[in-house]
Every structure is written in structure tokens, then in C-alpha cells.
């Protein structure tokens, strides 16, 4: 097949994102661990600066998930999230361009409190944005608050379409699928064979369409998922299930290879939300050699993952290995206190 994902743009999109996202070197890092039995290049994807609302790997999903809400007839759109969801922001954000109303239902999940991190950070853009916000506790189901939030809106006429956790169906994950192929022929055309792509994964859609994109367009990259759940299990099958969904909805031939999707687990600490050494170092060491901003959630995480991995002597020199970079900066002032030198 000459265009294996050619379905792809016969799905309705609405433009949010700033695209193509950077591919940069991150040369100053990849030389500080030198000292590591084989260090590969390290490219970042810079997929924090997508440009909507502070940026971040939802503003993909979004693409696909706000077409079709658009095409749906919805006048309000409800999605949820913890306290500090990026992707919640990135909603509420996509909603206020769109002229949509938004209704954010977020759990109490992470045990982290404080005035910081109820108050700054992605919580103060969803308000900033002219979103509702409704706050529960760490037990609600985030599915049925949503419809009841849902049922409520209806009632009064209005027209809600709900958008789950991380923007994780099949149609959010589209976007990562759209995104392998930009990623594919940006490395085309800088000269580059990925080896690997490395990234924080959560609620699945974004290693879900990454992985059924690269196993459509070029098999021989490797999409290792770093949980940052401490469920590495869960994740995985999540991860499994929508990329066969997706592989199915771009009319791929066969069913996805399951054996493709790869979870790092060792990187998450306790819980998720919560702060690790690792993550702090790995914060530090990016934001000190490479003036880049991860995040203490997700990106940090991550970074932490793929330097254990290259400790570990996972790659070759000759590789060249992409950071997905998914954004998650605004965390850094709510989690200022678990910054600090
Ligand atoms: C949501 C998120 C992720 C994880 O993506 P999933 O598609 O939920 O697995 C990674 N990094 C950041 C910064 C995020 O906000």
C-alpha cells in the first residue's frame, strides 16, 4: 500500500493544532549521558507547543472529537478529568474557539491538595476559559457524573456531547494515528530512521494511535508507552483495545498486531500524580541543559522512563529515538513544592 492511512483524511477534522510540531535535537541532554554504556540520538516531538490553550498532546484528539461533536448538533461539550487534566484545559480551550459551552466534571483523584494545586495551574485556565466547573470526590465515577451532568443539560434543551477521560475513544485516537504519519515524514525528511518513539501514556489513545499508525506505515519503529498510572496492565490492554478499534476504522487489512504495543512500567512511583526522584531529576536535567519544560505528571515521568532505558543500553548508538514531548507544563506551579532543588 502506497498511503496506508489514506482513510484518515476522508474523516472529518477541524483544524485546532498548530501542525506540523517541531522535531528538534535534544543534543546537550544526549551528551550528558555519555557516560551510559550507548546513547542514540534523541529527537524530540514537540507536541507541548500544538498552540491551543497552552498546547499538549489533546489538542490532537480534539481534532477528530470536535468534528464530530460539531457535526453531531452540540451545543455544549462535557468531558472530565483530575483537578490538574491537561487535557480538561485543552477542552475548555477548544470549546471557548469553537463557541461551545463546557462542563468539566473533575474528580479529587490525585492525594496532593493545597491552595496551589486546587487553585493555579490547569484549574485556573478551565475557569479562565469560561468553562463550568463541577468538583467531586476521588470515588465518583467520572461516566456517570457525566450523564447525569448530561441528562441535566437536556432537560434544560441544551445538546451535550461527553468527551471521555484524556479524550480516549477510538475517535480521539484518530489523532495519534494522523500524527504518526506527520511524524514519519518529518523523520523522512530530515534523513532520520526512528528507531523508537518513548512516551507518557494514561488513558491509551495516544500510544493506541501511534502504535496502529506505525504498525500500518512502518512496522520496524518501536512506540514504548511509560506508565505513568501504576497500572501498567490496565493501561496496556486499554492501549490494545483502542488501537484495534482504530486500525479497524481506517479499514486496515487483517486485525492489529496486539504484540506491537509496548508499556514500560517502573516510572509511575506510588500513584499516579504523584511525585517521584526520577521524575524531579529528569524536570531538572531537561530544563537545565536543554531550556525545556517537562511536566511532574506525565512528561517528567517519561523522560525518567527513557533515560533507564538508555542506562539500561535498550538502544543502539546508531538509533535515533523520539521524545514525544505531550506537553503538561501548567502542572509545574501547582507542584512547585515538589520542584524544588
Ligand atoms: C494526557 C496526557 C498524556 C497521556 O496521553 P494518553 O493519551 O492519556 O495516554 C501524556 N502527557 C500529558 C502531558 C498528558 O496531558
Not at 492511512?5 to 528538534?24: F, M
Not at 470549546?95 to 466534571?105: H, N, P, S
Not at 491538595?113 to 469560561?130: A, H, K, S, V
Not at 504519519?181 to 518513539?197: G, T
Request: include cysteine.
Amino acid at each position: 500500500m502506497t498511503d496506508p492511512l489514506g482513510t484518515l483524511r476522508t474523516i472529518e477534522r477541524r483544524p485546532l493544532a498548530h501542525l506540523p510540531t517541531p522535531l528538534e535535537p535534544l543534543a546537550r541532554l544526549g551528551e550528558a549521558l555519555k557516560g551510559s554504556r550507548s546513547v542514540p540520538k534523541i529527537l524530540v516531538k514537540r507536541d507541548d507547543c500544538t498552540g491551543l490553550g497552552l498546547g499538549g498532546n489533546k489538542t490532537r484528539k480534539l481534532e477528530f472529537l470536535m468534528a464530530d461533536a460539531l457535526a453531531l448538533g452540540a451545543d455544549t461539550v462535557i468531558t472530565t478529568g483530575g483537578i490538574q487534566s491537561n487535557h480538561v484545559r485543552q477542552t475548555a480551550a477548544a470549546a471557548a474557539r469553537l463557541g461551545l459551552a463546557c462542563e468539566l466534571v473533575l474528580t479529587r483523584v490525585v492525594p496532593w491538595g493545597g491552595p496551589d494545586y486546587e487553585l493555579t495551574g490547569n484549574i485556573q485556565l478551565d475557569r479562565l476559559f469560561g468553562a463550568k466547573v463541577h468538583l467531586h470526590d476521588a470515588e465518583t465515577d467520572r461516566a456517570d457524573a457525566m450523564e447525569t451532568l448530561a441528562e441535566t443539560l437536556r432537560a434544560a434543551g441544551k445538546t451535550p456531547y461527553m468527551i471521555p477521560t484524556g479524550g480516549s475513544n477510538a475517535i480521539g485516537a484518530l489523532g495519534y494515528a494522523a500524527a504518526a504519519e506527520e511524524l514519519a515524514a518529518q523523520a523522512d525528511r530530515q534523513d532520520a530512521r526512528i528507531a523508537a518513539v518513548v512516551h507518557a501514556s494514561s488513558s491509551g489513545g495516544t500510544q493506541a494511535g501511534l502504535t496502529a499508525g506505525f504498525a500500518a506505515l512502518d512496522p520496524a519503529v518501536r512506540v514504548i508507552g511509560i506508565d505513568v498510572d501504576a497500572h501498567p496492565a490496565e493501561v496496556a490492554g486499554e492501549v490494545r483495545r483502542l488501537a484495534g478499534e482504530v486500525w479497524n476504522r481506517l479499514g486496515l487489512p487483517g486485525g492489529f498486531p496486539h504484540d506491537k504495543v509496548i508499556l514500560q512500567s517502573g516510572y509511575a512511583g506510588q500513584a499516579y500524580g504523584l511525585p517521584t526522584e526520577a521524575m524531579r531529576d529528569a524536570v531538572q536535567r531537561t530544563a537545565r541543559l536543554e531550556g525545556l519544560l517537562l511536566d511532574p505528571v506525565y512528561s517528567g515521568k517519561a523522560m525518567a522512563g527513557l533515560i533507564g532505558l538508555i542506562e539500561a543500553g535498550e538502544f543502539a548508538p546508531e538509533d535515533t529515538v523520539v521524545f514525544l514531548h505531550t506537553g503538561g507544563a501548567p502542572a509545574l506551579f501547582p507542584y512547585r513544592t515538589a520542584l524544588e532543588d
